[in-house]
């Protein structure tokens, strides 16, 4: 790969979905980008970069940016926030939501799926407690090819081992020769759609939850810093935010601070939610 | 130290799977079929059990219902371990009394994954 193919292919990632990609990174950019080449019948990558330039292609630039996004994901990935999100999160909904008995929940980069899906799994396992509530929710991606995978909620026997509980495999999935498929009451709980977290969450609506886990850690803190800004305004002022273990809001924004004894979850400052008292936290089994 | 009986007929797949719970910090123990793991629990519970399901002498979930019927049978926690992957399997596997099932092929993240969400580590 020339070294000015691989700056470009640098800056066009960068621009276009924020990941940041360091110079140490030019064999995942030729073993991800090469069958990409091939597949649109280019000779290489000085091809598919001239092919990149003339930017006439948008399905080529799809499929550059979904070949370089790193999806891996699984169902109730690290456990204790969705542990969280029963014990500390939905209780609290329950009660500050009690009169409009609509909770929305965003999964802002939800890659395959797995991770939408296990927080409907959970509200399914609820039943008859969440009788007359309406609560949706919605998984965005920038990667075409991974909502193709979510909304058809089919997985390998390997990825329904990662996380989910045997229980959950017996109960909500259907075998389908060597794969699993999602039943479809848990499928028709998540709607899912494209987004690009670098764009204005216009049309998006107004989230009680957003799990914005795992992909801020790709992105430079200035890009950091402005999604969560506006995950801010996309968000209810009494709202949850969850981000992923290696991430946190701290030296990146002043718009959240960190839920008190509840690791991983973040309040709007000055907020509500981050003003309970932990006592309240206790009270529901935190 | 937690202690795990690791069941198989396969002296490889034992192998494989001790040096990946050994690095989890468990005490193994091993057994080449159900019988022998049985006489093994006799002795001594062990916290955890990773369990094959077809091998001579007595299978796996032959001895899984004899061991919940044991005292003290019902402590361990029995992770199936097998290559038997279709539902049928699974159910029968938890109607009698495994908490958690793993479709071989296996590795590291599966057991380590399993063993975390049944509360073993
Ligand atoms: C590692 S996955 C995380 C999946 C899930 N949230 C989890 O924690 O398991 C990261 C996802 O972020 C997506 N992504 C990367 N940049 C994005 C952007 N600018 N807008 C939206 N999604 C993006 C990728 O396509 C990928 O599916």
């Known amino acids: ?286 | 130290m937690k202690s795990c009986l690791i069941v198989d007929d396969s002296k490889v797949i034992r192998m494989v799977a001790r040096r990946i719970l050994e690095g989890l910090q468990f005490e193994i123990m091993e057994a080449a079929d159900g019988k022998i793991a049985l006489e093994t629990c006799l002795k001594t519970m062990p916290d955890a059990i990773l369990l094959d399901w077809n091998m001579p002498v007595m299978n796996g979930i032959d001895f899984l219902r004899a061991l919940r019927g044991l005292d003290g049978g019902a402590a361990p926690r029995v992770v199936f371990c097998t290559t038997e992957n279709d539902l049928a399997h699974i159910q029968e596997a938890i109607s009698a009394g495994a908490n958690e099932y793993i479709m071989k092929p296996f590795d590291s993240d599966i057991i380590e994954a399993k063993f975390s969400q049944i509360g073993l580590i």
């Open chain 1, 1 to 286: 790969m020339k070294p000015e193919d691989f700056a470009y292919f640098c800056k066009l990632i960068l621009d276009r979905s924020g990941l940041v990609l360091g110079p140490d990174k030019s064999y995942l950019i030729e073993s991800r980008l090469t069958p990409v080449a091939r597949r649109h019948n280019l000779g290489g990558l000085d091809a598919l970069a001239t092919a990149l330039r003339q930017n006439k292609d948008a399905k080529l630039l799809r499929d550059f940016t979904d070949a370089l996004m790193t999806n891996e994901s699984f169902f109730f990935r690290d456990t204790k926030p969705f542990d969280q999100f029963r014990e500390v999160v939905l209780p609290r909904l329950l009660t500050t939501r009690a009169t409009s008995k609509r909770v929305r929940i965003w999964s802002a980069a939800c890659s395959t799926g797995q991770e939408a899906y296990s927080l409907a799994m959970i509200l399914k396992e609820q039943g008859a407690k969440l009788a007359g509530w309406t609560f949706e929710i919605v998984g965005t991606d920038i990667s075409h090819e991974v909502l193709a995978k979510a909304q058809a909620g089919v997985y390998t026997q390997f990825e329904v081992q990662r996380g989910l509980p045997i229980q959950f495999l017996v109960k909500y999935f259907k075998q389908d020769g060597d794969k699993w498929q999602l039943a479809q009451e848990i499928r028709n709980m998540v709607q899912f759609r494209e987004f690009n977290l670098l764009g204005e969450l216009t049309g998006l609506g107004t989230f009680d939850v957003v799990f914005c886990r795992n992909v801020l850690i790709y992105f430079d803190q200035k890009t950091k810093g402005a999604i969560l800004e506006r995950i801010a305004k996309g968000l209810a002022p009494d709202g949850f935010l969850y981000l992923g273990g290696a991430e946190t809001v701290l030296g990146v924004t002043e718009k959240f601070e960190p839920l008190s004894g509840h690791r991983g979850i973040y309040a709007l400052t000055n907020s509500q939610s981050a003003a309970q008292p932990p006592a309240f936290a206790r009270a529901v089994g935190a």
